[in-house]
Nanobody, 123 residues
Framework: QVQLVESGGGLVQTGGSLRLSCAVS????????MGWFRQAPEKEREFVAA???????YYADSVKGRFTISRDNAKNTVYLQMNSLKPEDTAVYYC?????????????????WGQGTQVTVSS
């Protein structure tokens, strides 16, 4: 059974920073594309960022230049460094792992999901 556990969420002021972590356990991390999605109240879940096993990153336009995704394959962990946070970044952030094909921005690509961590940005 694969488990993804997110951490690092919290309350921050506009312009602040947070770093989310997602630890993967239960099977090899190798080969998986890791993604971060978010869901704000009464909105659809949306893609934030992803990183392939090779280390190639992908970002939603809304976070490009502010967020950085990285992975430590030795620790089976993926990170999301979030800088210059805005109130519209407020959401529950989910980590996902997938070995499928298709766009990294589609939730259907991912097989495993974490429980989510709340990020709240105050104005």
């Amino acid at each position: 059974q694969v488990q993804l556990v997110e951490s690092g969420g919290g309350l921050v002021q506009t312009g602040g920073s947070l770093r989310l972590s997602c630890a993967v356990s239960g099977r090899t991390f190798r080969g998986y594309t890791m993604g971060w999605f978010r869901q704000a109240p009464e909105k659809e879940r949306e893609f934030v960022a992803a990183i392939k096993w090779s280390g190639t990153p992908y970002y939603a336009d809304s976070v490009k230049g502010r967020f950085t995704i990285s992975r430590d394959n030795a620790k089976n962990t993926v990170y999301l460094q979030m800088n210059s946070l805005k109130p519209e970044d407020t959401a529950v952030y989910y980590c996902a792992a997938g070995g499928g094909v298709g766009s990294v921005g589609l939730s259907t690509r991912y097989d495993y999901w974490g429980q989510g961590t709340q990020v709240t940005v105050s104005s």
